[in-house]
């Protein structure tokens, strides 16, 4: 019995330490990871029994920790432990109040309002909570991400609520929780935010704010960025204009393009000279289709970042599956370039938004200058005009083509290629006794009555022309013109004589 009781508080006392490193996690993701050991580890009753005592904790970073632990655990058990929080009045206000967030944004559970109807006028217990991330902030950004993410995931009041308790800040301490509220997905919470931003200008804190409203320009939907650009022209004509400070720490690394027209474009921070962390951070997106995925950190160890090369050289780099990825050495205004056209489909409103890392990391690459691109590299995206367009000779487009797919940078064009799979499919598949000539001939064919034929060639021409502008900073400008000219045919040409398809039908097959 007293080994049991023994093992019993040493469980206690290491979970305890366990709980109270997740103010130490720095991104989502370490601190989603951190809750799965915990309920890996240790007993499910004494897990939700420490979480409910950890529930008053003023660290914005750990009331996460704990909601990710409340979606591990069983959810029955879990949603009565909450519940029994929030309606016991004798509790503290705030432990309440956490509670009533975890069970409404980790178990999509909505309390009864009448559970925490004697705290509806209880400002202080908010302020207090806001006071606290701001101030924990000043340590570890994320704490602010952490903090919005709760809050919007307790309705537009709340947001207007925290607006509302932000003026009882100090100016300087408001500009970036701001910043970040201007980002939310809801346009009412959003623009009220970019408002309060925009009267702190003329204050104290007037060059935060500048640089936050510089940095929203590039991210907001059209109408708020065109509000934030009107304000900074503004702004100019009294005299208060934003200087934006010096991109020599930063560069980018950019994927060869893929035939889907997606990309992938690292943009890394460069330690500053006295320290030995730098910044990562890495995006998946077409320029047509927008961002699809982003990831990265503000901490990442010089000896995880890789070695600064010439632009133009090739670095190879360890991928999360264990392999090795070749990325090409870029101009940083190249690849924030391609990043900030992706955007414009998120900032009209024809993607998804981004959220989440995005929001609280995206100031940092987008406080420099408006990025300037060379003329040549403008001309590979310029799509002329099908009518007026110079025709090229098949026999020319083909020895383009064949050129071009000789390039290690177009193997994946080739090989595992989906467009193909996906062809050969719904062409019920070709004779495979004929000549592979024939097979290709036939297939194309096919391929004409494809419900998807415009939306596969216009991906094949977008990855063209981001494959050019590779090419063109790996030092092919020859091959990348070959790439510019074979896109600005492939909406004119006919399946049956689009050299490209053909000779990536026949790599497939063969």
Do not use: C
Not at 207 to 224: E, G, K, M, N
């Amino acid at each position: 019995m007293s080994d049991n009781i023994i093992h019993t508080f040493q469980q206690r006392r290491h979970l305890e330490q366990d709980l109270a490193a997740f103010a130490q996690t720095k991104t989502e993701t370490e601190l989603a990871a951190a809750a799965q050991r915990i309920v890996h580890t240790y007993p499910a009753d004494l897990v939700l029994n420490l979480l409910t005592k950890h529930l008053e904790t003023p660290d914005s970073q750990t009331r996460g920790g704990l909601g990710h632990l409340a979606a591990l655990l069983p959810p029955e058990e879990t949603l009565i432990a909450l519940r029994a929080v929030v309606a016991n009045r004798q509790n503290n206000p705030h432990a309440r109040f956490t509670a009533a967030v975890i069970a409404e944004r980790f178990l999509d559970v909505e309390l009864p309002a009448a559970l925490m109807s004697d705290l509806n006028n209880t400002d202080e217990v908010a302020y207090q909570s806001l006071r606290e991330a701001l101030d924990e902030s000043k340590r570890d950004r994320h704490v602010l991400l952490e903090y919005v993410t709760q809050m919007q995931a307790m309705g537009e009041a709340i947001a207007f609520m925290v607006l509302g308790l932000l003026e009882r800040i100090p100016a300087p301490d408001r500009i970036d929780l701001l910043r970040l509220i201007a980002q939310d997905s809801r346009p009412h919470v959003a623009e009220a935010a970019l408002t309060r931003l925009e009267r702190l200008a003329g204050g104290e804190a007037s060059d935060l704010v500048l640089r936050a409203l510089h940095t929203l320009q590039f991210t907001l939907p059209t109408a708020l960025s065109t509000q934030a650009e009107r304000t900074l022209r503004k702004l100019r004509f009294t005299g208060k204009r934003y200087v934006a400070p010096s991109a020599q720490q930063w560069r980018a690394l950019l994927s060869p393009a893929e035939p889907s027209g997606y990309q992938t474009v690292w943009l890394i921070k460069q330690p500053e000279p006295a320290s030995t962390v730098g910044a990562f951070f890495g995006f998946v997106f077409s320029v047509d289709k927008g961002v699809q995925h982003f990831f990265g950190s503000d901490r990442v160890e010089q000896s995880m970042l890789p070695a600064v090369q010439t632009v133009g050289s090739m670095v190879a780099v360890a991928t999360d599956s264990g392999d090795t990825a070749v990325l090409l050495e870029a101009p940083f205004d190249y690849g924030r370039w391609l990043v900030w056209r992706a955007l414009a489909r998120q900032r009209a409103g024809n993607a998804e938004p981004l959220s989440g890392e995005y929001t609280l990391y995206n100031d940092l690459f987008w406080q420099f200058d408006p990025p300037q691109l060379d003329d040549q590299v403008h001309q590979f995206f310029h799509k002329p005009d099908v009518a007026t367009g110079v025709a090229i000779d098949p026999t020319t487009l083909d020895a383009y083509t064949a050129t071009l797919l000789a390039h290690p940078a177009m193997e994946g064009w080739q090989l595992q290629n989906r467009t193909v799979q996906q062809a050969m499919r719904f062409s019920q598949g070709p004779d495979r006794t004929l000549p592979v000539a024939e097979m290709v001939a036939f297939t194309l064919r096919e391929m004409e009555k494809w419900p998807e034929r415009a939306t596969l060639l216009t991906a094949l021409e977008t990855g063209l022309r981001m494959q050019a502008g590779w090419l063109f900073y790996a030092g092919e400008l020859e091959i990348a013109q070959y790439a510019q000219r074979l896109a600005d045919q492939m909406g004119a040409l006919p399946l049956a004589q689009n050299p490209l398809l053909a000779r990536m039908l026949a790599a497939g097959i063969a």
